[in-house]
């Protein structure tokens, strides 16, 4: 009996010895929000991939909020390699709704609540792609000496 059990606890011993690369959830936030002469907002949005393993981004759906509110949708395909516990950009234009520009052009003072929520597609492989959902409460402040510009 004693003899059956030496090769069982060998394969289990084996086993847990493997190692996995768990796959932490990515996130999102906005980076900087510039107003173009035009109007227009061009937002850079941060993706930061927790995973233990280099994650290629193919999709993002977001929907950004100013002050409570709605700025518009943000549907874009950054299809871009992010490397284990690292961080990249994707910059687009967004022809934000009237209430959230006027929200956001009348902060003076900074700390202006924005709200990012959707989804992220990603993976390791092309055959690993998984959406991820996503959602981030922060502020953005002006920048000193930039005029339109906040972070």
Partial sequence: MKRALIPLLAVLLLASCATTRPIFPPAASVQEIRQQADGRWRVTVR??????????FTRLQL???????????????????????????????????AMARTAL?????????????????????PADQHDYPLMH???????????????
């Fill in 63 to 97: 929907r950004l909020g100013i002050a409570g509110h709605p700025a518009g949708a943000i549907v874009t395909t950054p299809d871009m390699d992010i490397a284990a516990t690292g961080s990249d950009v994707t910059v687009f234009t967004l022809r934000p709704d």
């Fill in 137 to 151: 409460l922060g502020y953005l402040s002006p920048v000193p000496g930039l005029p339109d510009a906040w972070r």
């Fill in 105 to 125: 052009l009348a902060d003076t003072a900074g700390n202006i609540a924005y709200s990012l929520d959707g989804s992220v597609r990603a993976g390791p492989e």
């Fill in 47 to 56: 993706l930061q991939n927790y995973a233990l393993r280099s994650m290629r």
